[in-house]
Nanobody, 112 residues
Framework: EVQLVESGGGLVQPGGSLRLSCIAS????????MSWVRQAPGKGLEWVSG????????NYADSVKGRFTISRDNVRDTMFLQMNSLKPEDTAVYYC?????WGQGTQVTVSA
């Protein structure tokens, strides 16, 4: 069974940092590019970042460029999203995905 499990969300003050993790199972992790998307309250899904199968190429939405860093560990079948300089507008449920399969999400709340 293909499974993606996100963790690492929480409540953080503006300017703070969080590191999200996405653990994959049930498929050959390093065969796939991976992505992070998010959904803010009352809004649609927003693509955040993507990474190629080997981590050699990464891309970011303009809204997070320079603040977020995506990475992956193909030995541990895990992807990460390091989020720095967080803003209230980063508040959302964050999902990791590969080839149309998505995890259950982890809540990130940025508030004073």
């Amino acid at each position: 069974e293909v499974q993606l499990v996100e963790s690492g969300g929480g409540l953080v003050q503006p300017g703070g940092s969080l590191r999200l993790s996405c653990i994959a199972s049930g498929f050959t992790f390093d065969d796939y590019a991976m992505s992070w998307v998010r959904q803010a309250p009352g809004k649609g899904l927003e693509w955040v970042s993507g990474i190629t199968w080997d981590g050699g190429n990464t891309n970011y939405a303009d809204s997070v460029k320079g603040r977020f860093t995506i990475s992956r560990d193909n030995v541990r079948d895990t992807m990460f999203l390091q989020m720095n300089s967080l803003k209230p507008e980063d508040t959302a449920v964050y999902y990791c995905g590969a080839s149309g399969v998505w995890g259950q999400g982890t809540q990130v709340t940025v508030s004073a």
